[in-house]
């Protein structure tokens, strides 16, 4: 899907550099990713405390 986007040129182009990609396309997109994921970790990390702790749990089982 093309889309026209009015995009700082030099954040662009610092965020190039520092990503090592090779296109801006490229770098666009793993910034798209990088947001959602964090966006998402967010999420997850407002849960803890939240969730009922299952008193029935055995985390020394679970490292065998």
């Known amino acids: ?3 026209n986007l ?3 040129t030099n954040l662009l182009d610092e965020a190039l550099h520092i ?3 090779k296109t801006k396309k490229d ?3 793993q910034a798209l ?3 959602v994921q964090r966006r998402k970790q967010r999420e997850i ?3 803890f405390g ?3 702790h299952d008193q029935d749990y055995d985390y020394k ?3 065998k």
């Open 61 to 63: 089982k679970g490292r």
């Open 6 to 8: 009015s995009i700082d």
């Open 19 to 21: 990503s090592g990609l």
């Open 45 to 47: 990390a407002a849960l």
């Open 50 to 52: 939240e969730l009922p």
């Open 33 to 35: 990713i990088e947001f």
């Open 27 to 29: 770098t666009v997109n």
């Open 1 to 3: 899907m093309a889309t």
